[in-house]
């Protein structure tokens, strides 16, 4: 089975085929660098990364380009306000983005940025003018006129026949259902930043910036545009009108978005109290990967939940993938193999990937891994019970699937504990204390305990289990975590080691 995804262009699953026999194009919307990123950005890139790992899995050479947006309405009005440059403002929050980005495991493309390409965006806009799709006004800036672009509307869906011709709009960000002339170069503005070019002074607006720098990188015509369903317009329907108005080439193949999520059944916002970035999450002791597994869970088209009951559900599939892996490789089995356990595997990673396959179906992909899971702890539990039914030579299938698995999903190696020390660190340094939880601290936590301290607090967690303590029980273990102790539950009971 090839890869089939749902084209926003076209509206329906098609399959995949690139423009370049096995060489992928793809580009995806990055950060708007005023604040740091919450959770609904991070659904989105974490999506667009689970499908970057999944073609280089399936055997594609992938060009995968971000755009980095430092220069917009917000960012021009807050370092105005806080009276530093563009540069200097937005740096704070690129450091962010990146450092959240490598937390949550996601892998990094080719980032640009679209401060280094003013010059370009100038040109392009001189070619818009002089082909009749842009035009000047009197104060220096220049608007797309969409009335020389009849398809506009053909990825939004939206009926623009009614449209006010000539009708203009400045800000990037406007009402959904406006179509008007977009600004492509705002002229100078008393306090605001702005460039030389060969248009005269000024900024770029929003949209021209992912044009130039797709184009740049990728050509006029690439395979793939990603990015979260609130871009659908107007911001990637303006791409595509100013793009293709220049080139005379379709511009993206296909568009790859992402829903939106909900926090505890409701949109999330700071007035409600439940707007979340990935920084406020940590230093509530929620590990990256349990935080990466949830906003992976859900296919991507799908309306995500995110609650905190789900984030610890996430923990706990962590761990047990983990531990299933620990299982495998802490324990010496008789020599030999089982042709039914090889078989297994491979069913599983066939699977995985016809999962995958299917506008990447990220919870029937999961599902297929615990199958394996639950089949083979049960074979495992038999042959704790003297049943020789697993051997030696069983384990490499098995921990083949597992590497499957983790190369799309991110979530099996063990490093949650350095990655919560930088967030304590980080957390220190902004004055941001008072929000640290104890589960960071014990995570984040480097305190040598000998055995006789990890056996009492093993006894102290198992006591505040029995009483449905679970804050103490779930404190103990965090501790014990970030102390390099990896806790594991079996039938015998409760088993623990060192790192």
Known sequence: MALRL????????E?????????????????TVYDYGHIGNFRTFIAVDLLYRFLRQSGYEVRYVMNITDVDDKIIRNSAHDGVSVQQYTAKYIQAFLEDSATLGIEKPIFVRATEHINAMADFIAELAKKGF?????????YFRIAKFPEYGKLSKKDFAGMNDGARVDVDEYEKDSARDFALWKAPKPGEASWETAIGPGRPGWHIECSVMSMEELGPSF??????EDLIFPHHENEIAQSESLSGQQF?????????????????????????TIRDLVLRGHKPSSIRWLLSQVPYRN??????????SAASSVEKLRNFRFRLTST??????????????????DKMKSALDDDLNTAEAQAAMFDMLRKVNTVLDAAQAGQNNFRQEDVKPLLGALTKFDEIFGVLNDDDQPKMKAILEWARAEGREKEISPELLGIAGSAQLTDEQVNQKLAEMEAARKTRNFKTSDALRAELTGAGIIVENTKEGVRWRRK
């Open 6 to 13: 749902y084209n926003t262009l076209s509206g329906k699953i």
């Open 15 to 31: 399959d995949f085929h690139p423009l370049d026999d096995n060489r992928v194009r793809m580009y995806a919307c990055g950060p």
């Open 134 to 142: 842009a035009y000047r006004t009197e104060d220096g800036s220049y």
């Open 223 to 228: 395979d793939l545009h990603a990015g979260g």
């Open 252 to 276: 993206a193949r296909y568009w790859f978005h992402a829903r939106f999520l909900l926090v505890e059944g409701q949109k999330m916002s700071k007035s409600l109290g439940n707007f979340f």
């Open 303 to 312: 309306q995500l939940n995110f609650t905190f009951d789900g984030l610890k």
């Open 332 to 349: 010496q089995f008789p020599a030999g193999s089982t042709p039914q356990i090889a078989q297994l595997a491979q069913e599983t990673i």
